[in-house]
């Protein structure tokens, strides 16, 4: 498996853009996470999914965000507008309970907005 | 409230010597603990977990784990840092059972610091 696959790698926007980052989870795995983690708040968990339904929304900064979940093998983490302190590193991460208990981080989004 | 703490921002150690990174957490009922390991630009990897069992939990990379449910304390150990091993470790705690909510509660993370 290649594992969770996060797109873009990078990605620089101006304030005001709109933003899309995409996961590809691992097969089979039910549950979702998306992460954003920055130097002064560390790590923290935006929204989850479980099969698909978001289950967990409470970490949702703004209305600027959104998170959508269409099928089990796609979901993506909006930002509309986009604006400066939205700079973070965001993250995916897939798990299957209770085939496993380990969730599987992706690669990461570098969001700079200018 | 599940919560985990990490009280350390940064270890610093020899190569060579054995390192410790510490790791308190607070659940209802029996912890799944987690450590992982995130290098500069990348995502963070998995180390080692504790489910049940064996109170001493082996990992990548010659990591340990040590579980003490007295201390609530599940702290990280090498018998030898290597330069490699400088990166920022994370511990999490998810809940068991009736507390399973799907999540883990991360750690503010620690950075370890292996100096040559």
């Known amino acids: 498996d290649a594992g969770v696959i996060q797109s873009p790698r990078h990605e620089v926007t101006e304030m005001g853009q709109e933003v899309t980052l995409r996961c590809k989870p691992i097969?089979?795995?039910?549950?979702l996470f998306w992460y954003r983690q920055t130097m002064m708040r560390g790590l923290e968990l935006l929204i989850y999914?479980?099969?698909?339904?978001?289950?967990?929304d409470s970490g949702m900064p703004e209305d600027r965000f959104s998170a959508k979940m269409p099928n089990a093998s796609f979901s993506t983490l909006k930002i509309q507008p986009s604006e400066p302190r939205d700079s973070a590193v965001y993250f995916c991460a897939t798990t299957a309970p209770p085939f496993t208990d380990t969730q599987y981080f992706g690669p990461g989004t570098r969001l700079t907005v200018l | 409230a599940q919560s985990v703490a990490q009280p350390e921002d940064q270890v610093n150690v020899a190569e060579g010597n054995p390192l410790t990174v510490k790791c308190t957490y607070s659940?209802?009922?029996?912890?799944?603990l987690f450590w992982y390991v995130q290098y500069p630009n990348r995502g963070l990897q998995f180390l080692l977990k504790?489910?049940?069992?064996?109170?001493l939990v082996k990992g990548s990379y010659g990591f340990e784990a040590e579980f003490n449910k007295s201390q609530t304390s599940f702290h990280l150990k090498k018998p030898s840092a290597l330069v490699s091993d400088s990166a920022l470790y994370f511990c999490a705690v998810r809940g068991a059972g009736s507390s399973n909510t799907g999540k883990l509660i991360f750690g503010q993370g620690t950075t370890l610091q292996v100096k040559p």
């Open positions: 659940v209802s009922g029996n912890p799944y």
């Open positions: 504790y489910i049940t069992g064996d109170n």
């Open positions: 097969s089979g795995h039910d549950y």
């Open positions: 999914f479980n099969n698909n339904v978001p289950i967990d």
